[in-house]
Structure formats: structure tokens, C-alpha cells
């Protein structure tokens, strides 16, 4: 088992704080504690009320890092600047995050070109934007008996947007409308990089 500075050494001085509210100052509960500098240093071993001296001294908090450290590790710093920090990563890495959309387009077995056309333009904008395209056919009355007229227009939507998706799910008939799934397919960053430099600057 590595010991409290082997641990610290691999974290280049600095050792991350537990997802779990770690305790500080008063409510640290080791008589004596590794303390890491506010700058990463590390001082050595201290009787906690000592720590915790060294840590007011300089109007910052002492930080339990590592409560299972022989003895436990804790740092001096600014518990609510860090937490306000964190909160902020969080908050960004969160608009950041990639939410992938699911549109969907409705079409009818007897859909003349004029129409697929234009439903076909919306669902090429669609990918092209990143969003996942639920292709719903419609049947009504006796339409049903000619299912295979709807499988034919997934087929075909499918095969006129290769080069922009692929079928996440096939065609499924469920009750008077059959669905089809199609994903954007998702661009190599060497590709994008490879398309900007053949084209030629203006």
C-alpha cells in the first residue's frame, strides 16, 4: 500500500478532493495530519489544532484531501474560491456537453415527388446539423394492405442520404405507422481537416 507522500508524489504535489463533501477545519477529526501547502508544498506532519493554526493564520481553511492517509492529508486553501471553481467547470462542461436531437419527418405511402422532395431537403438539413431523423409513414384505412409502398420510401430516403447517415434502426411496422431511424454519420476530424486544406483559399 503506497503511503500518504508516495500518493501525493504521483499527483505532482496535489492530490484531488472526493466527490464527497470532504470535512475541514473543526470538523477534521485526526489528531495529526500530512499537510500540503496552498502552493502544493508539502510541510510534513502536524498536530491538527497546529494545521489548523497555520491554516487561519494565513485566513484560508484546512481540507481534508485524503481521509484514509497514514496519517490522513490535508491541504491548506480556499474551500469556497474552490468550490465556486468547480461549480463553474461544471456548469460549462455541462453547455458543452453534447446533446444529440431526434427530429422526426412524416410521410404518406402515396407521397408524390414534389412533396418527398421537400421532406427529403428538411431531413438532409436535419443531419446535416447533427440531429438523429425518425422517418414515420403514415397509412390510413386500406392502406395497410399495401405496407410494402411505405417500406419503399424508407428504402429509398435511406439510400438518397447514404453519404449522410446510416439506419440505427430498420423499418418497423407498429400499428398504422412504420418508423425507420437514421443517425448522421459522424465526420473524421482528419477528413474535415483534409476537405479545408484542399480547398483553395480566396
Do not use: W
Not at 468550490?83 to 431526434?102: C, G, L, M, S
Not at 447533427?130 to 422517418?135: C, D, I, L
Amino acid at each position: 500500500m503506497r503511503s500518504g507522500a508516495e500518493r501525493i508524489a504521483r499527483h505532482g504535489g496535489e492530490l484531488p478532493i472526493s466527490a464527497v463533501e470532504p470535512r475541514i477545519n473543526e470538523k477534521i477529526r485526526a489528531p495529526r495530519v500530512r499537510l500540503i501547502g496552498v502552493d502544493g508544498s508539502q510541510l510534513g506532519i502536524f498536530e491538527t489544532p497546529d494545521a489548523q493554526r497555520i491554516a487561519d493564520d494565513q485566513n484560508l481553511d484546512l481540507v481534508e484531501v485524503a481521509p484514509n492517509g497514514d496519517p490522513p492529508v490535508c491541504r491548506i486553501m480556499d474551500y469556497g474560491k474552490f468550490k465556486y471553481e468547480e461549480d463553474i467547470k461544471a456548469k460549462k462542461a455541462r453547455k458543452h456537453q453534447a446533446t444529440v436531437q431526434i427530429k422526426e419527418i412524416k410521410f404518406r405511402p402515396k407521397i408524390d415527388t414534389h412533396d418527398y422532395e421537400t421532406k427529403k431537403k428538411h431531413v438532409v438539413r436535419f443531419l446535416e446539423a447533427g440531429a438523429k431523423v425518425k422517418v414515420t409513414i403514415m397509412f390510413r384505412g386500406r392502406e395497410m394492405v399495401h405496407a410494402e409502398r411505405g417500406l419503399a420510401i424508407l428504402e429509398r430516403l435511406a439510400e438518397d442520404v447514404r453519404e449522410l447517415a446510416t439506419i440505427e434502426n430498420q423499418p418497423k411496422l407498429e400499428g398504422r405507422n412504420m418508423h425507420m431511424l437514421i443517425q448522421p454519420i459522424k465526420k473524421d476530424p482528419k477528413d474535415a481537416e483534409a476537405a479545408a486544406e484542399a480547398t483553395p483559399a480566396e
